[in-house]
Structures are given as C-alpha cells and as structure tokens.
C-alpha cells in the first residue's frame, strides 16, 4: 500500500469507528464511550482531513455532522413551565374538546373562536428578551427545568437578538420550535433517521460552531413570562411579533366553528406534503386570552388548546394469531400478531384488538385479512375486517377467560354506569407475575420516579434474569451482574447507578401515584398526598384498623370518589401489595407534601358548592378556590368553613346540614362579588 491508500484506510477505519459510536449513542441511547474520548476521536478525523486534502473529496465527514449532544448545558428553571399539548384525531375528539370548554366557562353553546396554527415537528425552545435584548435561550427540558442553549440558538440568523419595535414588553419570553427544512435535510442527513432528530441533536452541541453548520429555521407559536401584558388575543399577538421580526408560520388562521376547523385540517393536509417542514397536524388555541387564563392548566397541558392530529396512516394485512397481554392494572388486552407491514414508515407485527367486546363485535378471527391504522406514538390498532378474504373454514376466536398467570380473570360492573365492563381484568395486583412487570415498567416511567436508562426494554431484561422483581429491587440492583449483560459496559452502568440514586428522594405525590393504585392518577396523587402530608401518615393505610378510618375521611376530599376509596381498599388489602410497598419506602426518602399556601381570598378556608352558577361551571369555581389559597371539599362536615349555594337546583338537605352545623352561607351573588366578577 502506498502511503496515500494507507491514510486513506486509517481515515476510513476512524469514520466507520465514530459512526459506530454515533449508533450506539443516538439509536441506542446506550454510548461506549465517554464524551473526551469521542472527542478525540473526532478531532483525529479533522486532524487527517485538514492535513490530506484528498480526504475531503472522498465526502465522508458527514458523519462528524451532528456529533454527540452535550449533557453539560447548564440547568434552568423555566420562568412558566413549557407544558404539553393533549390530543385529539378527529372530528369527535375537537367537538369533545369544543363542549369541555364551553361547559368549563358555561357559555351555553355560544361560539368560541381560535387560533388555529400548524405544529411543527421540531423541538421547541423558549427565547426571553430583558428590554428587548435576547438575554436567554432555553430547551425544553422536563418542562419545568430546561438547558441554557442561548449561544446556539443565537446562530439561527433568522432569531432576532434584538427586538426592532415600540411598546415590547419589557420582559417577554418567546417560544417556539426550532426545525430543520426538508431540503436542507436531504443535504446534511449525516446520521440522523430525520429532520427532527437532526434538529435536536444540533441544538445540543457544545460548540456553537457545529450548531451553526446545519441550517436550523424556526416558528414563533407563543409567549411564557411577559411583563407587561400588552395582547388581548393570540391572533393579534402573532401578527405583532411578526411585526417585530419574528417568524411566524403563514397557515396561522383564526376560525370560529366545528365546520371551520375541518376544512383548514383538510385543506393544511392536503398541502402538507409539498410544505418545507414536517407538520404532524393543527393546533387550535382559545384566541382570547382572558378566557384561556380563566381556562387554565390540568397537570400537564392547558384547557384552552389542543393538538388536532392528521388521520392515522393505514395498511391491509393479514392476522397470524391473537395472544392477550396484561397491563398493570390486570386489564387483559387481546394483541393480533400480523404479517409485518410497514405503516407511514414504520414496520408494524403487532396491533391492538382493544378488548374482548370489541373482538366479538368486529368477530376478528385468527386468518383475517385486516387494516391496520398508525397515528403518532399511539399504538397500532385494528380497525376492520375483510370477511370477503376468509377462509370458509376459520373459526370464531374464543376469548380466554384466564390470565397469563393462571387465574380466572373477571369483568367488572362499573359502579356508577351498573355496567358490565368491556375489559376483562386479572384481580392479583402484585401476586400476579404479569401484573408485577408492567408496574415495575410504570414506577420508572416519566412521571413516576423517572429513572434514565432504565425503560421498559431494560426492566424486561432485568426481569428474565430475576435481577428485578419488585420496585425495592431497584434500589438495591448488584452492578456486579450487569456488568457481563449483553449491551452493558462501564459507561452506561454509572449513569444508570446514579439515575436510581437520585431518584431515591422523591415527592410524596409522586410515590403514590407510582405505586400504580388503580384510579389515581397523577391529579389524584396529588389531591391525596395533601391529605395525608407525610408518608408516615400514609403508612396507616397498611393496616385495616388504620385504612378504615382514613377511608371515611377520604370523602371528604374533591376528586376522591367511592371509586377511588374502594381501590385503595382493594389495593391494600391484599398483603403482597402492602409488603411491597412497605419495602420500597425503606429504600427511599419521601418528601413531605408541600401544600402551596397560596395566599388569597381563601387562604386556609375550606369550601364546598351546591347548585349550579349561571355564570361559571363547578370546575371553574374549583379552580378560582384554590388559586385563591382554599381548599373545596366534597361533603359537609365540621371542618367546612364556607358552603357557596348556586341557584340552579341547589341540594336542600346539604344547605340544612350546614345551618345545623352554623356554616357560613353565601349565595351566588355574593359569590360574584366576593369575586369581583
Ligand atoms: S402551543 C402549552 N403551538 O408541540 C403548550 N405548540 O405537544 C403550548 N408545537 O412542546 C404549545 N407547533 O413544541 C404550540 N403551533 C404550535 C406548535 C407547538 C409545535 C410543539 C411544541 C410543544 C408541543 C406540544
């Protein structure tokens, strides 16, 4: 070999190296090496091109485009939280979403108007200007805490760094979502699977050298902390900024109907696919702000917007068999195996069949020819059958009535409909092997202790190996034995020890919407972790005598309803559940409940309705009480400071109840004032 062909494979042999690490890193999420030692490797890549100018020519280096991101980015405490959006896909979900807030804000019906923008598939950032000046640039992050990414953002030419215009506020923060156009995609793809992976590895780079390599644009959707607030509707605020130099995307619109909605989600789909950048559907927003600050949060994402998705991607194939699968809660769900086929680019073998209702309505046999729908994260489902396809001789699929662990499963009759449940359940909660995995699977999830490297693949692995077998398990994991595990190395073991340490001391709301009791979800956790403050207190619902009393008290609570109070009962009279749970506080330490003292009109007050309001519904009502610092309870007892009578059809025996006990009254005008509305 002459000298020119041997640096040519020393050249080589050092690309496909780092493109190895790249995979493992960003398809893996599971990196060899450490951060230095690719940074060698790649500086020794730059090093060769730069001396042999020959190298350039053979337009390898696209694999050093969109290096490893940093995990170094300073933490920051976003001024408003960055939340997220819920869904809905299609012409039912947006009118679900229409009544919810109609009903919230009890307008009878009256027309709301909204915004109504594309969303883009990039990633979102928050720009905040002091004075017109860009001062700060944030990722997303948690939501809560985000990564100051302000140097690279500030290498997108388009981001004003200083805003040109009169009257800004004074303090105002901008987000948006950063994207990187098709076109341009298709120039850099380097080692990304798509535009919207590219764009988010290259706001990480640590040098805002490498970020400002790859062409990054970006949508102006909406403002976080502004002071002072100038705009009465979202429409006119984006028609100022576009004013003040940002961009804004020109499909924005605002329409007034259910029948407007549809036609810009058809008429934004059908062009979608000639646009610069990927949308994945509409966001609609209230227009007017008043009414979205009176609509608020829920824990995640605002009442006033939603994302209305574009339809699911469908394709015909052919079902191999139907297996069940149990969920955490003992929901027993029949999944059909199919002939793989690859649905909006991505190659579905398995889809859901929902439940055993839905199998008998659609008589789904083993054979049958199928659609299969995909839309977003959203698991693949059935959506119909081409009984013109099957065979004569197949038969009807007979549903197993017992669990994967054995046990007889059982519908249950809903409480307040008296309905027999579409859903078959195994009722072993912890006892049930099948039951156990899918919990360990939601403790580590997101929203519960949120441990890093530690998915749902991993907790499979861990569990085949018996190395994991119940939440405390987790705390106490031998690093020893993962060591010779396939896809371990000494890198991603460090990162996991220290993702379960940290994630040791966790807040009380969390830890019991972790424990996976059925019917408490995160609002839930939240409404009982007031209640009981500590986890010392909590710890009494171990025993009958103690989970008795509490159970009565817990009625009070609004949110809690018998539903609730009867699967905590459930739940813990089951020892196995109990045992768990005693074990897994052993290996931690719970945080006291912080109640927000907000202080206001109802600062330590406790307040229950009766009757409607003609001018707010019950939930708004709830929602002013406890932003006011009170709290609303769900029935009458001494411990009422105020009940608050609606004149539509109030409950007599309540109000008398409450003269009995000398409760304050108050009556719907007064409320109004008291109010200031
Ligand atoms: S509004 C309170 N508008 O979608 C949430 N979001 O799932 C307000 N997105 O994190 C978000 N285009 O990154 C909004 N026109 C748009 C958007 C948009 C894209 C992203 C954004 C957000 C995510 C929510």
Same mark, same amino acid.
């Given at each position: @070999? #002459?000298?020119?062909?041997?640096?040519? #494979?020393?050249?080589?042999?050092?690309?496909?190296?780092?493109?190895?690490?790249?995979?493992?890193?960003?398809?893996?999420?599971?990196?060899?090496?450490? #951060?230095? $030692?690719?940074?060698?490797?790649?500086?020794?890549?730059?090093?060769?091109?730069?001396?042999?100018?020959? %190298?350039?020519?053979?337009?390898?280096?696209?694999?050093?485009?969109?290096?490893?991101?940093?995990?170094?980015?300073?933490?920051?405490?976003?001024?408003?939280?960055? %939340?997220?959006?819920?869904?809905?896909?299609?012409?039912?979900? @947006?009118?679900?979403?229409?009544?919810?807030?109609?009903?919230?804000?009890?307008?009878?019906?009256?027309?709301?108007?909204?915004?109504?923008?594309?969303?883009?598939?990039?990633?979102?950032?928050?720009?905040?200007?002091?004075?017109?000046?860009?001062?700060?640039?944030?990722?997303?992050?948690?939501?809560?805490?985000?990564? /100051?990414?302000?140097?690279?953002?500030?290498?997108?030419?388009?981001?004003?760094?200083?805003?040109?215009?009169?009257?800004?506020?004074?303090?105002? $923060?901008?987000?948006?979502?950063?994207?990187?156009?098709?076109?341009?995609f298709d120039n850099i793809k380097g080692n990304f699977a798509n535009p919207r992976n590219a764009a988010g590895g290259s706001l990480r780079q640590k040098d805002s050298r490498e970020t400002s390599k790859i062409p990054l644009k970006y949508f102006a959707y909406g403002f976080g902390a502004i002071e002072p607030m100038i705009f009465s509707t979202q429409s006119e605020f984006l028609e100022k900024i576009k004013n003040w130099g940002f961009s804004i995307n020109p499909l924005s619109k605002t329409v007034k109907n259910l029948d407007e909605i549809e036609a810009q989600h058809s008429y934004v789909d059908s062009i979608r696919s000639s646009l610069d950048y990927d949308i994945d559907g509409l966001v609609y927003k209230v227009n007017d702000l008043k009414l979205q600050s009176r609509l608020g949060n829920t824990s995640n994402s605002p009442r006033w917007a939603v994302a209305y998705k574009f339809s699911a991607e469908k394709a015909v194939t052919k079902i191999k068999d139907i297996v069940i699968q149990v969920g955490r809660t003992g929901a027993i769900t029949p999944v059909a195996k199919v002939e793989p086929v690859t649905v909006g680019g991505v190659v579905v073998?398995?889809?859901?069949?929902?439940?055993?209702?839905?199998?008998?309505?659609?008589?789904?046999?083993?054979?049958?020819?199928?659609?299969?729908?995909?839309?977003?994260?959203?698991?693949?489902?059935?959506?119909?059958?081409?009984?013109?396809?099957?065979?004569?001789?197949?038969?009807?699929?007979?549903?197993?009535?017992?669990?994967?662990?054995?046990?007889?499963?059982?519908?249950?009759?809903?409480?307040?409909?008296?309905?027999?449940?579409?859903?078959?359940?195994?009722?072993?909660?912890?006892?049930? #092997?099948?039951?156990?995995?899918?919990?360990?699977?939601?403790?580590?999830?997101?929203?519960?202790?949120?441990?890093?490297?530690?998915?749902?693949?991993?907790?499979?692995?861990?569990?085949?190996?018996?190395?994991?077998?119940?939440?405390?398990?987790?705390?106490?994991?031998?690093?020893?034995?993962?060591?010779?595990?396939?896809?371990?190395?000494?890198?991603? =073991?460090?990162? %996991?020890?220290?993702?379960?340490?940290?994630?040791?001391?966790?807040?009380?709301?969390?830890?019991?919407?972790?424990?996976?009791?059925?019917?408490?979800?995160?609002?839930?956790?939240? =409404?009982?972790?007031?209640?009981?403050?500590?986890?010392?207190?909590?710890? /009494?619902?171990?025993?009958?005598?103690?989970?008795?009393?509490?159970?009565?008290?817990?009625?009070?609570?609004?949110?809690?309803? $018998?539903?609730?109070? $009867?699967?905590?009962?459930?739940?813990?009279?089951?020892?196995?559940?109990?045992?768990?749970?005693?074990?897994?506080?052993?290996?931690?330490?719970?945080?006291? !409940?912080?109640?927000?003292?907000?202080?206001?009109?109802?600062?330590?007050?406790?307040? @229950?309705?009766?009757?409607? !309001?003609?001018? @707010?519904?019950?939930?708004?009502?709830?929602?002013?009480?406890?932003?006011?610092?009170?709290? &609303?309870?769900?029935?009458?007892?001494?411990?009422?400071?105020?009940? &608050?009578?609606?004149?539509?059809?109030?409950?007599?025996?309540?109000?008398?109840?409450?003269?009995?006990?000398?409760?304050?009254?108050?009556?719907?005008?007064?409320?109004?004032?008291?109010?200031?509305?």
């Amino acid at each position: @070999m #002459d000298s020119k062909s041997k640096i040519i #494979d020393i050249y080589k042999k050092k690309i496909s190296l780092l493109k190895k690490h790249n995979k493992l890193y960003f398809e893996n999420d599971d990196p060899k090496i450490s #951060d230095a $030692e690719y940074d060698i490797l790649k500086k020794e890549i730059i090093n060769l091109e730069k001396k042999n100018n020959f %190298l350039k020519k053979l337009n390898l280096s696209k694999a050093i485009v969109g290096s490893r991101p940093s995990n170094k980015f300073k933490k920051v405490k976003h001024l408003k939280p960055m %939340l997220s959006l819920s869904n809905a896909f299609d012409k039912n979900g @947006m009118k679900d979403f229409i009544s919810k807030i109609s009903n919230f804000l009890n307008t009878k019906g009256k027309n709301i108007e909204f915004s109504s923008e594309p969303k883009i598939d990039g990633i979102s950032a928050t720009l905040i200007y002091e004075n017109g000046v860009l001062t700060k640039g944030l990722s997303r992050g948690d939501g809560v805490v985000g990564e /100051d990414i302000l140097e690279n953002l500030k290498t997108i030419n388009e981001i004003p760094k200083k805003i040109k215009g009169n009257n800004v506020p004074s303090l105002f $923060e901008i987000r948006g979502e950063i994207y990187i156009g098709k076109k341009d995609f298709d120039n850099i793809k380097g080692n990304f699977a798509n535009p919207r992976n590219a764009a988010g590895g290259s706001l990480r780079q640590k040098d805002s050298r490498e970020t400002s390599k790859i062409p990054l644009k970006y949508f102006a959707y909406g403002f976080g902390a502004i002071e002072p607030m100038i705009f009465s509707t979202q429409s006119e605020f984006l028609e100022k900024i576009k004013n003040w130099g940002f961009s804004i995307n020109p499909l924005s619109k605002t329409v007034k109907n259910l029948d407007e909605i549809e036609a810009q989600h058809s008429y934004v789909d059908s062009i979608r696919s000639s646009l610069d950048y990927d949308i994945d559907g509409l966001v609609y927003k209230v227009n007017d702000l008043k009414l979205q600050s009176r609509l608020g949060n829920t824990s995640n994402s605002p009442r006033w917007a939603v994302a209305y998705k574009f339809s699911a991607e469908k394709a015909v194939t052919k079902i191999k068999d139907i297996v069940i699968q149990v969920g955490r809660t003992g929901a027993i769900t029949p999944v059909a195996k199919v002939e793989p086929v690859t649905v909006g680019g991505v190659v579905v073998s398995n889809a859901t069949l929902h439940n055993e209702d839905e199998i008998n309505r659609k008589d789904i046999r083993v054979g049958d020819t199928v659609q299969i729908q995909r839309a977003g994260d959203v698991i693949p489902q059935v959506i119909s059958v081409d009984s013109s396809k099957r065979d004569q001789k197949s038969k009807k699929y007979i549903f197993p009535e017992k669990c994967l662990c054995g046990a007889l499963t059982k519908k249950e009759v809903n409480k307040s409909t008296k309905k027999e449940d579409a859903v078959r359940r195994c009722l072993k909660g912890y006892e049930c #092997d099948f039951i156990a995995r899918e919990k360990l699977k939601h403790i580590v999830s997101k929203d519960a202790f949120n441990i890093d490297g530690l998915g749902k693949k991993v907790i499979d692995q861990f569990w085949e190996i018996k190395l994991i077998r119940q939440p405390s398990d987790i705390f106490t994991i031998n690093y020893n034995t993962i060591k010779n595990l396939d896809g371990w190395g000494e890198l991603s =073991i460090n990162n %996991l020890k220290k993702a379960i340490d940290n994630s040791k001391i966790i807040e009380l709301d969390k830890f019991i919407f972790s424990i996976g009791i059925r019917h408490i979800g995160q609002e839930n956790a939240k =409404i009982l972790a007031g209640f009981f403050q500590s986890i010392s207190k909590f710890k /009494d619902l171990f025993n009958s005598k103690g989970r008795k009393k509490i159970l009565v008290n817990l009625i009070e609570l609004d949110g809690i309803g $018998e539903i609730q109070i $009867e699967s905590i009962n459930n739940f813990f009279s089951i020892n196995t559940n109990t045992e768990i749970v005693r074990q897994l506080i052993n290996q931690l330490k719970i945080k006291n !409940f912080k109640v927000q003292n907000k202080k206001g009109k109802f600062s330590n007050k406790t307040i @229950m309705f009766t009757g409607g !309001f003609e001018k @707010m519904s019950r939930s708004e009502a709830k929602t002013l009480v406890e932003n006011n610092g009170g709290k &609303v309870l769900g029935a009458i007892s001494k411990k009422l400071d105020i009940l &608050v009578i609606g004149n539509s059809k109030p409950t007599k025996k309540k109000i008398e109840n409450a003269k009995s006990l000398n409760i304050k009254i108050i009556l719907e005008d007064e409320w109004y004032e008291i109010l200031n509305l």
